[in-house]
């Protein structure tokens, strides 16, 4: 009887997997897609496999499990991007990649009021679906930096920026993320990404950057349960 449910999810979830499937034309042999993998199908089929073999610890995060048999950390980062851009569309906030580095871009008008560290209710709940995806994939880094343009001193811009900074992780601490994931930094005006001589530049400079990187030891660690 202990294994009647997750025989039964298996039945269920082979054919999703087989759906994904690609056949080589020379081999005539059948493969998952390079989709497939990061898709529901494969997925369940990762974790399920996990969980048979090595318990709870195997299927602790089946979307890891199934990245890193697929496609290392870049296919663990790739199927994160995904779910983040999904779940930020439309809230302004930018989603970028490079390498296996996935960058969130919150602007000040869209995070902030002016001069102020406490997050508006847009920002709260941009906050809240990324924390959704965050949380799911907890073998990441985070690092949470503040930023302001030149305007005033030092003195002003450098607390202004490590509140804001503080205040977009613990948001996230408050939805789950865990807080031992995260550094957190203000960097005032010290790392601008435009001038700081026109208003749409000052603009651009005033924002709180959230780095997510994988954390190599954890994935490694994922990758040797499932041998």
Do not use: W
């Not at 969980?51 to 296919?75: D, P, Y």
């Not at 789950?176 to 203000?186: C, E, K, L």
């Not at 001038?195 to 651009?204: C, D």
């Not at 780095?211 to 994935?219: E, F, S």
């Amino acid at each position: 009887m202990k294994f009647l449910k997750p025989l039964t999810v298996i039945a269920t979830a082979i054919p999703l997997a087989l759906t994904g499937c690609v056949t080589d034309p020379a081999t005539g042999q059948q493969s998952a897609s390079k989709t497939a993998m990061y898709g529901l199908g494969g997925a369940a089929v990762c974790g399920i496999v996990g969980a048979l073999t090595h318990g709870g610890k195997g299927a602790r995060n089946s979307a890891l499990a199934c990245g890193a048999v697929g496609a290392g950390i870049g296919g663990y980062m790739d199927y994160q991007e995904k779910k983040l851009r999904q779940s930020l569309a439309n809230t302004n906030i930018e989603v970028e990649r490079q390498g296996n580095q996935i960058k969130l871009v919150m602007p000040e008008n869209v995070t902030f009021p002016t001069n102020s560290s406490t997050l508006n209710a847009n920002a709260q709940n941009a906050l809240a679906a990324a924390a959704q995806t965050l949380t799911q994939y907890p073998d990441t880094t985070l690092t949470v930096n503040g930023h302001t343009d030149n305007t005033g001193s030092d003195a002003i811009n450098d607390p202004l920026s490590q509140r804001r900074a503080q205040a977009v992780a613990s948001y996230l601490q408050s939805r789950g993320v865990g807080a031992s994931r995260m550094n957190i930094f203000g960097h005032g005006s010290r790392q601008p990404i435009a001038s700081n001589a026109t208003v749409e530049g000052r603009a651009q400079n005033r924002r709180v950057e959230i780095l997510i990187n994988p954390d190599q030891n954890a994935v490694r660690a994922a990758q040797q349960q499932l041998r």
